[in-house]
């Protein structure tokens, strides 16, 4: 029992959950009902499109095993009471945990490339599989590099399905009617990828001004360490204007069609919250300080990600 919930942790259960609501939601909620408007099929059926968000978490939870593996002196200091490797699972267990999983997520790819034709999945796949490998071993611990390769991924967990539609519609031939709900999908899908990337961004900045101690401690250069805090509070700040403002343009395009709703609920949960981060930024010292942004800026990453749902009512 105890190893199950050491494992539940390691491979971050939650985080995975979102991973995979993201990718939900967004084929079900956009995907799938602009496609029904012009009665397309999407790309996936119902079994393939399970198996992609399978391969994502698998490859996601190897990724999250295999960085704590090699994070377990920084965890030492930076977050004692929650280090898992080396306490419950051994060193051991957990490089051959990240090998099943990276194992299930690739032969899972491999069968959905072969079964739908898009063999851009298993490679794709397989070199996420690397990129986050060498994430853990070295790119975390270099300025920007890591972030950028996080926030990447992050907005790839959407533009794989996006790119998916673009293949399909590629070898079928489809009316203009057709690639106008494509061209529709891929708008939605880059503004989602795009809030994605930058709040991803964000919040790997402040988890490294969290980690500064553990960080500096091991010889890292991340942002904090290199420029450090003033200047790293304003690069956050910077993306957090960036952020906002993107996103309050979006509301005004938005309310000429007269989504109250959708519009109240993005000024309320997604805006509000990311003022009151920019709000609280400067005035963070402490880790505590930190930790608590970066919880925030998480719950607003949730909250931009369940907008989606409006787009199954409203388009």
């Known amino acids: 029992m105890r190893f199950t919930a050491a494992l539940l942790k390691l491979i971050r259960l ?7 609501l993201t990718q939900v939601l967004f084929y079900y909620a956009v995907v799938v009902p602009v496609l029904h408007q012009v009665l397309q099929q999407p790309a996936f059926n119902d079994v393939h499109f399970f198996l992609l968000v399978a ?7 190897a990724g999250y095993i295999i960085n704590d593996y090699f994070d377990i002196n920084i965890d030492e200091v930076n977050k004692p009471r929650k280090n898992v ?15 099943v999983f990276s194992g299930l997520g690739l032969l899972l790819s491999l069968y959905l490339s072969w079964k739908t034709g898009y063999w851009y999945i298993v490679i794709t796949n397989f070199l996420c599989i690397g990129l986050l490998f060498g994430y853990s071993v070295s790119l975390k611990r270099k300025l920007l590099s890591g972030n950028i390769l996080i926030s990447l991924l992050t907005a790839w967990v959407i533009l794989i399905i996006t790119t998916s539609e673009g293949f399909y519609l590629y070898y079928t031939q489809v009316d203009n009617g057709v690639l106008e709900a494509h061209r529709k999908i891929v708008r939605i899908g880059n503004l989602y990828a795009g809030f994605a990337f930058i709040s991803s961004l ?13 960080d500096a401690k091991y010889g890292c250069r991340t942002m904090p360490i290199v420029w450090g805090i003033n200047t790293s509070k304003v690069y956050v700040g910077v993306w957090l204007v960036v952020l906002i403002a993107i996103l309050v343009i979006v509301q005004f395009y938005v309310l000429q069609f007269r989504w109250w709703m959708p519009v109240t609920y993005s000024f309320v949960l997604i805006i509000a ?9 400067f005035g963070a010292t402490r880790p505590a300080d930190f930790h608590h942004l970066s919880r925030w800026i998480k719950t607003v990453m949730l909250t ?9 009512f409203f388009l």
């Open 273 to 281: 919250p990311m003022i009151y981060i920019f709000y609280k930024l």
């Open 85 to 99: 490797v080396d306490q419950v699972i051994s060193r051991r267990w957990a490089m051959l945990l990240h090998f």
């Open 304 to 312: 931009g990600i369940l907008s989606m749902i409006f787009f199954y």
């Open 202 to 214: 964000i919040r790997e900045a402040i988890k490294d001004m969290e980690d500064m101690e553990g």
């Open 55 to 61: 391969s994502s978490v698998l490859i996601a939870a």
């Open 14 to 20: 939650p985080n995975l959950f979102f991973i995979a």
